[in-house]
């Protein structure tokens, strides 16, 4: 069936360092693939989202590439930043499944000043 | 433009009870998707309303059962609790076509004693 593989937190990183957050997806058919960010207490808010492959998704720095070839989605930021510490999700929708999202796990992330 | 609001915020019930959970969408949003977020299983889809319709379900046992109201505010049931049961559960409203970003409310925190 479809699912998500995301690299396992808690990820622990010093202000101004290089983020990488790992996702690759298992699925039938042509997905769209997104990244949700969750604060402490809070639902879930979309960070960025491509709907095909080669698209990339930015916003507020972060930025992720659809990797077809190798069923991938890599979430990257240059420089991060304390108030970015939270809990970042990979998710898919396969075509004509409504709201439907499958998830990974969730990587914690924490930014040290 | 009010998000999506979710009441109560916290519930705590024993098992063998039986609880109600609201979500109130975004004005003019016609989907209500429902989620189960725990720490060993992370986030599920549940089911999915369209117009008054169930449009989606995922694969949880009958115990869990929704509905959605001409208003598009949505409530989901679950009877007989088990201690497993215990969990945050998100919902979702969209305005239901494909493309359309989701967005979650913050969730109602359920502890099953």
């Known amino acids: 069936g479809d699912s998500v593989t995301q690299m396992e937190g808690p990820v622990t990183l010093s202000e101004e360092a290089f983020l990488t957050i790992n996702c690759t997806y298992t699925?039938?058919?042509?997905?769209?693939l997104f990244w949700y960010v969750q604060y402490p207490g809070e639902g879930l808010q979309l960070l960025l989202k491509a709907t095909k492959a080669d698209d990339k998704g930015s916003n507020k720095g972060f930025e992720a590439t659809y990797r077809k070839e190798t069923t991938s989605f890599h979430l990257e930021k240059g420089s991060v930043q304390v108030s970015d510490s939270a809990v970042y999700f990979c998710a898919l929708k396969v075509y004509n499944q409504g709201g439907k999202l499958i998830f990974g796990q969730g990587t914690e992330l924490s930014v040290k000043p | 433009k009010a998000g999506v609001t979710q009441t109560p915020r916290y519930l705590i019930k024993t098992r063998g009870q039986q609880v109600t959970l609201s979500c109130s969408p975004i004005?003019?949003?016609?989907?209500v998707s429902w989620y189960q977020q725990t720490p060993g299983q992370g986030l599920q889809f549940l089911f999915e309303?369209?117009?008054?319709?169930?449009?989606n379900k995922g694969n949880f046992p009958g115990r869990f059962s929704g509905r959605q109201f001409s208003n598009s505010r949505s409530e989901m049931n679950v009877s007989t609790l088990e201690l497993g049961d215990s969990a945050l559960y998100l919902c979702?409203?969209?305005?239901?076509?494909?493309?359309?970003?989701?967005?979650f409310g913050s969730g109602t925190q359920l502890s099953v004693l």
């Open positions: 004005s003019g949003h016609r989907s």
């Open positions: 699925a039938t058919g042509y997905p769209s």
């Open positions: 979702a409203s969209s305005a239901g076509t494909e493309d359309e970003k989701l967005f």
């Open positions: 309303y369209f117009s008054e319709t169930q449009r």
